[in-house]
């Protein structure tokens, strides 16, 4: 355990943005589960609905700065070949 004031306050600030973006990634993945699950059951009116919501979801982690914007293009892109799959 640190003995330092400012580094106890340090400790405290971490474990807080720590739970914050653990939380923040976790409704990414089950966003992009549920969009997952629609275009599997071809449903291609509720696949939009959810990617939208993911999309959404994904770019405010990058503007949080909880991911790096070119992890986000990949899930995103990733997520619309999905979608795009089924519109055929």
Avoid: C, P, W, Y
């Avoid at 330092?4 to 943005?17: F, L, P, V, W, Y």
């Avoid at 699950?37 to 993911?54: G, N, S, Y």
């Amino acid at each position: 355990m640190a003995n330092i004031k400012s580094q106890i306050k340090r400790i405290g600030t971490n474990e807080k943005a720590r739970q914050r973006n653990a939380s923040a990634k976790s409704a990414i993945r089950t966003a992009s589960k549920k969009v997952r699950l629609a275009v599997e059951a071809k449903d291609l009116a509720k696949a939009e609905e959810l990617l939208v919501k993911a999309f959404r979801l994904i770019d405010k982690s990058v503007s949080d700065g909880i991911q790096h914007q070119n992890t986000a293009s990949r899930q995103k892109a990733s997520l619309q070949r999905l979608v795009n799959s089924i519109k055929e």
